[in-house]
């Protein structure tokens, strides 16, 4: 089983609809999740953290997180053309505190 | 420094020489990643270092990958006698306490191997 799951992409979603990513994890003891953006040709852009069960919002960006399943999502809403990207889930090990990334979901929003 | 710097940032080399890429992490941060990424691939762990210690050192592809980091602030990948797919770019990234904190990257180096 791979340390971090993420859909698979790519996603396409039309402007001003809402952007849905999964992310599964396989260390019961992580406690901290991100989420970071990364544009082609630049590097990862961290652009959420959650640490407890339960929705964050920042800006059009909500994350959930649910760890008696193991689960951590992001919802881009109203997204935007400059939200297409590659939305990568990274989740700490507990036992070494190696930061370990899902492999990344594309998302192309069409204007 | 505001934020992670790497040098340099495109680096083109030629086949079987040695190349040293150097991290600066942000100011008090002791947690410092090197990640490397193919394109059009994910992020590949290299190595973790807690201060000037290594713990983890699985992630170095073969053994003329070495890493260092010295007074718990700049680090310096060295890859020697490169090859082809080497070609990459490297990726640092620096956080306050270790994974569980957040981490950030630096804008990379692209090493290109001719």
């Known amino acids: 089983q791979k340390e971090v799951e993420q859909n698979s992409g790519p996603l396409s979603v039309p402007e001003g609809a809402i952007a849905s990513l999964n992310c599964t994890y396989s260390?019961?003891?992580?406690?901290?999740f991100f989420w970071y953006r990364q544009y082609s040709g630049k590097s990862p852009e961290l652009i959420m953290s959650i640490y407890s069960n339960g929705d964050k919002e920042d800006g059009r960006f909500t994350a959930q997180l649910n760890k008696a399943s193991q689960y951590v999502s992001l919802l881009i809403r109203d997204s935007q053309p400059s939200d297409s990207a590659t939305y990568l889930c990274a989740v700490p090990r507990s036992n070494d505190y190696k930061l370990s990334f899902g492999a990344g979901t594309t998302v192309t929003v069409r204007a | 420094g505001a934020g992670v710097s790497q040098s340099p940032s495109n680096k083109v080399t030629e086949k079987g020489k040695d190349v040293e890429l150097r991290c600066d992490p942000i100011?008090?941060?002791?947690?410092l990643y090197w990640y490397r990424q193919s394109l059009g691939q994910g992020l590949e762990f290299l190595i973790y270092f807690q201060g000037n210690s290594a713990p983890d050192k699985s992630g170095l592809p073969s053994d003329r990958f070495s890493a260092e980091r010295t007074g718990g602030s700049v680090s310096t990948l060295t890859i020697q006698r490169t090859q082809q797919e080497d070609s990459a770019v490297y990726l640092c990234a620096s956080s306050f306490a270790g994974a569980e904190t957040e981490a950030f990257f630096g804008q990379g180096t692209r090493l290109t191997v001719v």
């Open positions: 100011s008090g941060h002791t947690a």
């Open positions: 260390d019961r003891v992580s406690q901290s």
